[in-house]
């Protein structure tokens, strides 16, 4: 009888079907099922605070993995994710708050209008690469705030919308904890959706173009095709995370969506590490945490030094542009490179060989 447990020592596979399968072995299968079940667990043994945290982890990972298909998979560069985060936040608001419609149908119509603009904005990447790319979807995100604070009769301009929380029948989603709820079931099925694109014949025409596009166009690869279609995905996602973002904070605004959030999510997926869908989560989580933890410890360091409380307070910039630069030097590969070089060391362990 095989055993459950046995430890993958290798990438050996005798036939294709081995090769697809999306958990090498029973004890992958065993240990996915547990890290599941932990954290639909979380909230039993949390606070309503830290469930909030877990909340926006949650969120944040979605727009992460979003991203860093477009940029991770595919090697197009975007800043301007956080206008997508306000596409998506602000349909949602119109269609539940103005035009009356169930938030789960505004959902995922929140989605599928984020990625027709971004489908939209991405038609010049077929032209554009490297910085060049980078400013036109921050031209991109320059449009679309204006849009948003300047169309006071749909959006609200610079005021915003309210939104509500979700409901399901007489049920309401008010609490932190089942909106948590909500976010992770969403987040399980992107995680779901984009392991399996990798594995997919569109996911290796992404890393296709992202490894050399003039390459994979003499192959045969439709670089136009798969390059909006890796913005409309990306998009997507983005636009799902702005609509739960939005019904989170039940108030959406055009400050909330500033170069800033883009930049936080660029972080995200550069920490956490490129092209990898645990690392969007591990970065998604280590930024939005990362302001927390900062907090406590200015407020610890305060309480020993309170005349230096304001050059506490101004130390959060410096650790959140030191962070990125040191990963960047240091551990390019990101948080999911150093998971990745731990397993390996347990993998071998207690053996050298």
Known sequence: MRNPFVRECGNYKTTYRDDMKLFGTTGAKIKAIIIILTILALPLFASSYWVGLLTLCAIASVGAIGLNILTGLTGQISIGVGAFLGVGGYTSAILTSTAGISFWVALPIAGIVTALIGGLFGIPSLRLKGLYLAIATLAAQVIILFVISRWDGLTGGTAGMVLS?????????SSNTGYYYLCVIILLLTVLYATNLIRSRTGRAFLAVRDRDIAAQIMGINLFKYKVMAFAI????????????AHY????????????VSIEYLAMILIGGLGSIFGSILGAVFITLLP?????????????MPDLY?????FKDFVFGAVIILFLIFEPGGLAHIWLNIKKYFRLWPFSY
Do not use: C, K, N, W
């Open 292 to 304: 927390v933890g900062l907090s406590s410890l200015i407020d610890v360091m305060a309480g020993i």
């Open 310 to 314: 304001q050059l506490f307070s101004a």
């Open 165 to 173: 929380r979700p409901t399901i029948g007489q049920f309401s989603l």
């Open 249 to 260: 904070t039940m108030i959406v605004s055009p400050e909330l969506y500033s170069f800033h």
């Open 234 to 245: 990306s998009s997507f996602f983005v636009g799902i995370a702005g609509a739960l973002l």
